[in-house]
C-alpha cells in the first residue's frame, strides 16, 4: 500500500483557501470546465513525510513509529534543534509556489506560523520510520499544500500569475492536533484513505 504521513488543516482554514482558490485562473479554469486537476477539498492536507509502498505487514511497526514521532517531536530545551513551543503548533496557509516545469507544474500554497515545529515534526517521523527499516523521501521538506496540477492545460503565464497572487494570501491561524497516517490511491482521480491518527 502506498502510504503517507500528514497534517489537515481545519475547515475554517480549507473555507478560507477554497474561497481564495474561486479568486485564482486555476479555479476560474476549473469552474468554466477546464480539468486543472484541482485537489478537491477534502483531499487538501500538508504531508509530513511521504513514505511509498509499505507491505501490510508492516503496518505495526510503522504504527508503532509514528506513536514515538507524535509523542518525542519536542527535542528538550536548550539542545541542537529545540522547538522553542509550548502547546499546539499553529500554522497558517500562506505563500505560493510552484514545483516542476510545465506541463508537469504542481500549484500549492505554503505555510507560516510555527514552521519550525512542523520541520522538527517531518524530522522525528523520518527518524522513527527509519529506526524500524523503513524508507522516507529524501528530499528537502517543503511545507506545502498542493491545490492545482494544470499540466497544459493552462498557460505558464496564468499558473504564474496563480502563484503570485498567492503570495499575498494569509489564511487564518489553526492547530495543528495531529499526526495521520493515510494510504493513497493513485489514478487520474486519487483518492486517500485515513488509517490512523496520534495527537500532537
Not at 479555479?27 to 501490510?56: K, Q
Not at 503548533?89 to 500562506?94: A, D, S
Not at 503565464?157 to 503570495?167: P, Q, S, Y
Amino acid at each position: 500500500m502506498r502510504l503517507f504521513v500528514a497534517i489537515y488543516p481545519d475547515p475554517a482554514a480549507l473555507a478560507d483557501l477554497t474561497g481564495q482558490l474561486t479568486r485564482l485562473r486555476v479555479g476560474a479554469a476549473s469552474a468554466s470546465g477546464v480539468d486543472v486537476r484541482l485537489t478537491p477539498p477534502d483531499h487538501l492536507h500538508l504531508t509530513v513525510v511521504f513514505v511509498g509502498e509499505v507491505a501490510e505487514s508492516r503496518l505495526p511497526g510503522l504504527h508503532s513509529a509514528l506513536d514515538r514521532a507524535a509523542r518525542t517531536w519536542r527535542p528538550s530545551p536548550g539542545t541542537d534543534g529545540s522547538v522553542e513551543l509550548v502547546g499546539t503548533p499553529r500554522l497558517r496557509l500562506g505563500g505560493g509556489g510552484l514545483f516542476g516545469v510545465p506541463p508537469e507544474t504542481v500549484l500549492w500554497v505554503g505555510l507560516r506560523g510555527d514552521v519550525d515545529a512542523l520541520h522538527a515534526v517531518s524530522v522525528a517521523s523520518r527518524r522513527e520510520l527509519a529506526a524500524v527499516g523503513l524508507p522516507a523521501d529524501p528530499r528537502p521538506y517543503v511545507p506545502h499544500v498542493t491545490l492545482a496540477r494544470p499540466g497544459n492545460r493552462l498557460s505558464p503565464e496564468a499558473v504564474e500569475a496563480d502563484r503570485a497572487a498567492l503570495d499575498g494570501y494569509l489564511g487564518p491561524e489553526w492547530p495543528a492536533t495531529e499526526l495521520v497516517l493515510v494510504r493513497s490511491r493513485p489514478g487520474p482521480r486519487p483518492t486517500y484513505d485515513r488509517l490512523a491518527a496520534w495527537p500532537l
